[in-house]
Protein backbone atom coordinates (compact mmCIF):
# COMPACT_ATOMS: atom_id res chain seq x y z
CA UNK A 1 0.00 0.00 0.00
CA UNK A 2 1.66 3.66 -0.99
CA UNK A 3 2.03 6.25 1.94
CA UNK A 4 3.95 8.44 3.60
CA UNK A 5 7.30 7.67 4.67
CA UNK A 6 6.91 7.91 8.37
CA UNK A 7 3.08 8.02 8.74
CA UNK A 8 1.11 4.45 8.37
CA UNK A 9 -1.03 3.96 5.33
CA UNK A 10 -4.07 3.39 7.23
CA UNK A 11 -4.59 7.33 8.23
CA UNK A 12 -7.02 8.53 5.12
CA UNK A 13 -8.29 11.60 4.34
CA UNK A 14 -11.06 12.26 2.49
CA UNK A 15 -11.96 16.00 1.47
CA UNK A 16 -15.19 16.78 0.39
CA UNK A 17 -16.32 14.12 2.65
CA UNK A 18 -19.92 15.60 3.46
CA UNK A 19 -20.35 15.12 -0.38
CA UNK A 20 -22.71 12.09 -1.70
CA UNK A 21 -19.54 10.31 -3.04
CA UNK A 22 -17.24 11.81 -0.44
CA UNK A 23 -19.78 10.62 2.38
CA UNK A 24 -19.92 7.02 0.72
CA UNK A 25 -16.05 6.97 0.76
CA UNK A 26 -15.65 8.17 4.36
CA UNK A 27 -18.09 5.32 5.21
CA UNK A 28 -16.51 2.95 3.73
CA UNK A 29 -12.93 3.37 4.78
CA UNK A 30 -14.43 3.44 8.94
CA UNK A 31 -15.76 -0.08 7.57
CA UNK A 32 -12.91 -1.31 6.53
CA UNK A 33 -10.70 -0.27 9.73
CA UNK A 34 -8.64 2.49 8.35
CA UNK A 35 -8.26 5.74 10.44
CA UNK A 36 -10.28 7.72 8.58
CA UNK A 37 -11.00 11.89 8.86
CA UNK A 38 -13.11 13.90 6.93
CA UNK A 39 -13.02 17.71 5.54
CA UNK A 40 -15.80 19.35 4.51
CA UNK A 41 -16.50 23.14 3.36
CA UNK A 42 -16.95 26.08 5.21
CA UNK A 43 -20.32 26.45 4.33
CA UNK A 44 -23.13 24.64 4.43
CA UNK A 45 -24.92 22.08 7.12
CA UNK A 46 -21.90 21.66 9.83
CA UNK A 47 -20.83 18.36 10.73
CA UNK A 48 -19.23 18.37 13.99
CA UNK A 49 -17.27 15.23 12.94
CA UNK A 50 -15.71 16.59 9.72
CA UNK A 51 -13.00 19.35 9.73
CA UNK A 52 -14.44 22.81 7.74
CA UNK A 53 -11.81 24.04 5.54
CA UNK A 54 -11.89 26.77 2.63
CA UNK A 55 -10.48 25.72 -0.49
CA UNK A 56 -10.09 28.71 -1.71
CA UNK A 57 -7.13 29.58 1.19
CA UNK A 58 -4.47 27.63 0.19
CA UNK A 59 -2.46 28.54 3.23
CA UNK A 60 -5.87 26.95 5.28
CA UNK A 61 -5.36 23.82 3.07
CA UNK A 62 -1.40 24.11 4.15
CA UNK A 63 -2.40 24.00 7.53
CA UNK A 64 -5.00 21.90 8.07
CA UNK A 65 -3.19 19.45 5.70
CA UNK A 66 0.12 19.51 8.56
CA UNK A 67 -3.32 18.59 11.43
CA UNK A 68 -4.66 15.38 9.85
CA UNK A 69 -1.00 14.40 8.52
CA UNK A 70 -2.52 11.40 6.08
CA UNK A 71 -0.70 8.87 4.56
CA UNK A 72 -3.69 9.04 1.80
CA UNK A 73 -5.70 11.77 0.30
CA UNK A 74 -8.73 11.19 -1.56
CA UNK A 75 -9.28 14.54 -2.74
CA UNK A 76 -13.18 14.38 -3.51
CA UNK A 77 -13.97 17.98 -2.80
CA UNK A 78 -15.11 20.04 -5.79
CA UNK A 79 -17.71 22.66 -7.04
CA UNK A 80 -19.95 19.75 -8.60
CA UNK A 81 -22.24 20.71 -11.00
CA UNK A 82 -22.00 22.38 -14.17
CA UNK A 83 -24.75 25.03 -13.98
CA UNK A 84 -22.33 26.39 -10.64
CA UNK A 85 -19.36 25.85 -12.31
CA UNK A 86 -20.46 28.12 -15.32
CA UNK A 87 -22.36 30.76 -12.28
CA UNK A 88 -19.33 31.31 -11.48
CA UNK A 89 -16.17 29.99 -12.99
CA UNK A 90 -13.76 31.83 -11.14
CA UNK A 91 -14.35 30.17 -8.06
CA UNK A 92 -14.62 26.87 -9.41
CA UNK A 93 -11.08 26.48 -10.90
CA UNK A 94 -9.42 28.00 -7.65
CA UNK A 95 -11.83 24.88 -5.83
CA UNK A 96 -11.38 22.46 -8.67
CA UNK A 97 -7.40 23.46 -10.08
CA UNK A 98 -5.86 25.47 -7.79
CA UNK A 99 -6.65 23.59 -4.50
CA UNK A 100 -6.06 20.30 -6.00
CA UNK A 101 -2.59 21.81 -7.32
CA UNK A 102 -1.95 22.87 -3.58
CA UNK A 103 -2.85 19.57 -2.02
CA UNK A 104 -0.93 17.80 -4.88
CA UNK A 105 2.25 19.62 -3.88
CA UNK A 106 2.06 19.31 -0.45
CA UNK A 107 1.47 14.73 -1.70
CA UNK A 108 4.66 15.17 -3.53
CA UNK A 109 6.52 17.06 -0.84
CA UNK A 110 5.67 14.95 1.77
CA UNK A 111 5.42 11.17 -0.33
CA UNK A 112 2.11 10.76 0.33
CA UNK A 113 -0.50 9.28 -1.55
CA UNK A 114 -2.86 11.27 -3.38
CA UNK A 115 -6.40 9.91 -5.08
CA UNK A 116 -8.21 12.37 -7.55
CA UNK A 117 -12.01 12.03 -7.97
CA UNK A 118 -12.28 13.30 -12.05
CA UNK A 119 -15.22 12.84 -14.24
CA UNK A 120 -16.20 11.05 -17.10
CA UNK A 121 -17.06 14.89 -18.76
CA UNK A 122 -13.44 15.11 -19.24
CA UNK A 123 -14.56 13.49 -22.62
CA UNK A 124 -16.40 15.60 -25.92
CA UNK A 125 -18.92 12.51 -26.15
CA UNK A 126 -18.45 11.87 -30.22
CA UNK A 127 -17.49 8.25 -29.11
CA UNK A 128 -18.47 5.15 -27.09
CA UNK A 129 -16.36 3.68 -23.80
CA UNK A 130 -13.46 6.40 -23.87
CA UNK A 131 -10.33 4.67 -22.61
CA UNK A 132 -7.71 6.40 -19.94
CA UNK A 133 -4.93 7.10 -23.11
CA UNK A 134 -7.90 8.59 -25.15
CA UNK A 135 -7.22 12.55 -25.45
CA UNK A 136 -9.83 14.28 -23.44
CA UNK A 137 -11.48 17.44 -24.85
CA UNK A 138 -14.43 18.42 -22.62
CA UNK A 139 -17.30 20.56 -23.46
CA UNK A 140 -18.58 22.07 -20.26
CA UNK A 141 -16.39 24.62 -18.57
CA UNK A 142 -16.83 21.96 -15.29
CA UNK A 143 -15.32 19.04 -17.36
CA UNK A 144 -12.50 21.85 -17.96
CA UNK A 145 -11.62 22.39 -15.11
CA UNK A 146 -11.43 18.92 -13.69
CA UNK A 147 -8.87 18.02 -16.82
CA UNK A 148 -6.91 21.26 -15.46
CA UNK A 149 -6.92 19.48 -12.31
CA UNK A 150 -6.12 16.55 -13.60
CA UNK A 151 -2.73 17.97 -15.59
CA UNK A 152 -1.78 19.21 -11.92
CA UNK A 153 -0.67 15.75 -11.12
CA UNK A 154 0.39 14.16 -14.18
CA UNK A 155 4.20 12.53 -13.88
CA UNK A 156 3.60 13.04 -9.83
CA UNK A 157 4.61 9.72 -8.53
CA UNK A 158 2.10 8.45 -5.65
CA UNK A 159 -0.92 10.37 -7.67
CA UNK A 160 -3.93 8.55 -9.23
CA UNK A 161 -6.23 10.22 -11.20
CA UNK A 162 -9.98 8.42 -11.40
CA UNK A 163 -12.38 9.31 -13.50
CA UNK A 164 -16.13 8.54 -12.43
CA UNK A 165 -18.99 7.80 -13.97
CA UNK A 166 -22.64 9.34 -13.32
CA UNK A 167 -23.61 7.50 -9.50
CA UNK A 168 -26.77 6.73 -8.64
CA UNK A 169 -28.78 5.45 -5.93
CA UNK A 170 -30.03 6.56 -2.61
CA UNK A 171 -27.58 9.26 -1.08
CA UNK A 172 -25.36 8.18 1.24
CA UNK A 173 -24.84 11.51 2.92
CA UNK A 174 -28.59 12.09 3.44
CA UNK A 175 -29.18 14.77 1.22
CA UNK A 176 -31.11 13.89 -1.64
CA UNK A 177 -29.80 14.39 -5.62
CA UNK A 178 -31.16 14.09 -8.64
CA UNK A 179 -31.80 10.28 -8.68
CA UNK A 180 -33.52 10.83 -5.39
CA UNK A 181 -35.72 13.30 -6.17
CA UNK A 182 -36.51 11.84 -9.62
CA UNK A 183 -37.55 8.47 -7.74
CA UNK A 184 -39.37 10.35 -5.14
CA UNK A 185 -41.30 12.30 -8.08
CA UNK A 186 -42.28 8.65 -9.91
CA UNK A 187 -43.41 7.09 -6.69
CA UNK A 188 -45.91 10.08 -6.09
CA UNK A 189 -47.53 9.04 -9.62
CA UNK A 190 -45.83 11.82 -11.31
CA UNK A 191 -44.11 11.37 -15.21
CA UNK A 192 -40.93 12.50 -15.70
CA UNK A 193 -38.63 12.48 -18.95
CA UNK A 194 -34.99 11.71 -19.31
CA UNK A 195 -32.73 11.64 -22.06
CA UNK A 196 -33.06 8.43 -24.26
CA UNK A 197 -30.23 9.83 -26.38
CA UNK A 198 -27.20 10.93 -23.56
CA UNK A 199 -25.03 7.87 -23.00
CA UNK A 200 -23.07 7.00 -19.56
CA UNK A 201 -21.93 3.95 -17.78
CA UNK A 202 -23.89 4.63 -14.46
CA UNK A 203 -22.57 2.89 -11.06
CA UNK A 204 -24.04 3.44 -7.74
CA UNK A 205 -22.66 5.15 -4.78
CA UNK A 206 -21.81 2.50 -2.89
CA UNK A 207 -19.74 0.37 -5.49
CA UNK A 208 -18.13 3.81 -6.28
CA UNK A 209 -16.41 4.47 -3.27
CA UNK A 210 -15.59 0.61 -2.83
CA UNK A 211 -13.93 1.33 -6.23
CA UNK A 212 -11.92 4.44 -5.32
CA UNK A 213 -10.61 3.00 -1.70
CA UNK A 214 -9.33 0.16 -3.38
CA UNK A 215 -7.23 2.07 -5.95
CA UNK A 216 -6.66 4.25 -2.74
CA UNK A 217 -5.33 1.40 -1.14
CA UNK A 218 -2.76 0.07 -3.55
CA UNK A 219 0.32 0.90 -5.23
CA UNK A 220 -1.09 1.88 -8.59
CA UNK A 221 -0.54 5.14 -10.25
CA UNK A 222 -2.34 6.91 -13.20
CA UNK A 223 -5.11 7.11 -14.95
CA UNK A 224 -8.80 4.64 -13.89
CA UNK A 225 -11.98 4.88 -15.38
CA UNK A 226 -14.39 3.48 -12.86
CA UNK A 227 -18.08 3.16 -14.14
CA UNK A 228 -20.73 0.70 -14.01
CA UNK A 229 -20.60 -2.48 -16.29
CA UNK A 230 -22.78 -1.37 -18.87
CA UNK A 231 -23.34 1.65 -21.47
CA UNK A 232 -26.48 2.88 -20.60
CA UNK A 233 -29.28 6.29 -21.69
CA UNK A 234 -30.69 7.77 -18.92
CA UNK A 235 -33.83 6.52 -19.81
CA UNK A 236 -32.27 3.28 -19.68
CA UNK A 237 -31.35 4.20 -16.41
CA UNK A 238 -34.64 5.15 -14.61
CA UNK A 239 -36.58 2.80 -16.61
CA UNK A 240 -34.61 -0.02 -15.11
CA UNK A 241 -34.65 1.69 -11.45
CA UNK A 242 -38.15 2.09 -11.50
CA UNK A 243 -39.04 -1.59 -12.23
CA UNK A 244 -36.55 -2.81 -9.11
CA UNK A 245 -37.90 -0.86 -6.94
CA UNK A 246 -41.49 -1.60 -7.96
CA UNK A 247 -42.58 1.81 -9.55
CA UNK A 248 -45.01 1.86 -12.88
CA UNK A 249 -42.11 2.65 -15.73
CA UNK A 250 -44.70 3.69 -17.36
CA UNK A 251 -44.13 7.17 -15.88
CA UNK A 252 -40.68 6.94 -17.21
CA UNK A 253 -41.11 9.21 -20.35
CA UNK A 254 -38.46 9.62 -23.05
CA UNK A 255 -37.19 13.25 -24.67
CA UNK A 256 -34.14 13.63 -26.56
CA UNK A 257 -31.09 15.77 -25.74
CA UNK A 258 -30.63 16.85 -29.53
CA UNK A 259 -33.90 18.58 -29.30
CA UNK A 260 -33.01 20.68 -26.19
CA UNK A 261 -30.85 24.13 -26.13
CA UNK A 262 -28.62 24.09 -23.10
CA UNK A 263 -26.28 27.28 -22.27
CA UNK A 264 -23.38 24.90 -23.17
CA UNK A 265 -23.05 21.90 -25.69
CA UNK A 266 -23.99 18.61 -23.72
CA UNK A 267 -21.65 15.40 -24.51
CA UNK A 268 -23.79 12.81 -25.77
CA UNK A 269 -21.88 9.97 -24.78
CA UNK A 270 -19.56 9.75 -22.35
CA UNK A 271 -19.63 6.27 -21.53
CA UNK A 272 -16.15 4.82 -19.84
CA UNK A 273 -14.10 1.46 -20.46
CA UNK A 274 -13.11 -0.11 -17.66
CA UNK A 275 -10.83 -2.76 -18.68
CA UNK A 276 -7.70 -1.50 -16.76
CA UNK A 277 -9.61 -1.07 -13.31
CA UNK A 278 -11.51 -5.10 -13.99
CA UNK A 279 -8.27 -6.37 -15.13
CA UNK A 280 -5.97 -5.21 -11.91
CA UNK A 281 -8.82 -4.57 -9.29
CA UNK A 282 -10.99 -8.03 -10.12
CA UNK A 283 -12.46 -7.82 -6.48
CA UNK A 284 -14.05 -4.87 -7.08
CA UNK A 285 -17.73 -5.25 -7.52
CA UNK A 286 -19.34 -3.25 -10.60
CA UNK A 287 -23.25 -4.37 -9.90
CA UNK A 288 -26.17 -3.96 -12.86
CA UNK A 289 -28.79 -1.26 -12.02
CA UNK A 290 -30.84 -4.19 -10.56
CA UNK A 291 -28.53 -6.20 -8.50
CA UNK A 292 -27.34 -2.28 -7.00
CA UNK A 293 -30.89 -1.21 -6.10
CA UNK A 294 -31.80 -4.60 -4.46
CA UNK A 295 -28.20 -4.57 -2.22
CA UNK A 296 -29.19 -1.09 -1.08
Not at 115 to 135: K, N, P, Q
Request: aromatic share 6%; hydrophobic share 45%.
Amino acid sequence: MGGGRDVPCRRVLVTGASGRLGAGMLEQANLAGLSAHGWQGPAGRADPALRPVDLTDLNAIDQALALDDPGIVIHAAAVSTAEAVLRDPVHARRVNVEATARIAAWCVRERRRLVFTSTDLVFDGSRAFSREEDEPCPLLEYGRTKRAAELELAGNPGCVVVRIALLYGPAPNGRPGFFDTSIAALRRGAAKSFFVDEYRTPLDYRSAARGVLAIACSDHDGVFHLGGPERLSRFELMRRAAAVLGIDARLVLGNALSSMTFPEPRPADVSLDCTRLATLFPEVVRPTVEDALRDG
